[in-house]
């Protein structure tokens, strides 16, 4: 065991070694909840989104991208480390004597890096798929959406409506305002305070468009 951990930690496997290392405790932490797995995939503000952009640029020219980054570093290490190995015990011991041992172990470490990638790059295609990100609908979207009244009555404090995919909505009417039950009525506004939608039937919208016209 000695002589083995003697080996990784020996260049030019420990430049693998430490960073494999890290990412092994990261995954622990990330397994039991603690540690997002896109902790490091900045997005935000202006400068994080021009951050990120230019990152995603980076990953796409090497085919590292639509994975987290975490990923990418962790399968690119995974390959740099189990070459770096072979390297060290197969092709190493052929420079003796023409590199120092330390520009041996250098050269031998960029080139584990390059041969890594396009593996990583390959091995992480299958991965994409689970990592697709699919915005989710707002309130704010279904403005515009037509739905049937399923209440008896819609006023300013109470009312339902359903739309077409069969979700259903808790609807109000403008102030002084009521529409019957079964009329085809408009999602026009969404109030936040109340999670409600303000709605019109579809000849009052018709109405309202007309007058916007002249």
Known sequence: MEV???YIFS???VAFTIPLMIMIVFWVFALI?????EILDFTGDADAESTDSTGSSF?????LDGVPLTVAITIVEIYGFAF???ARKFIMPLFDGVLTATAAGFVVAVLALVIALPFAAYTSRP???IFITHEAV???DLIGTYCIVTTQT???SFGQARAEDGMVYSVRTAPDHQIAGGSRVVLIDFNKDNDTFTVVTEAELMAMSSTQHI
């Open 59 to 63: 990953l796409e020219s090497l085919g």
């Open 11 to 13: 260049m030019p496997i």
């Open 138 to 140: 707002t309130k704010s």
């Open 127 to 129: 991965f994409r798929k």
């Open 4 to 6: 083995f951990l003697e």
């Open 84 to 86: 770096a190995y072979l």
């Open 154 to 156: 819609v006023n300013e």
């Open 33 to 37: 909840g603690m540690l997002d797995i």
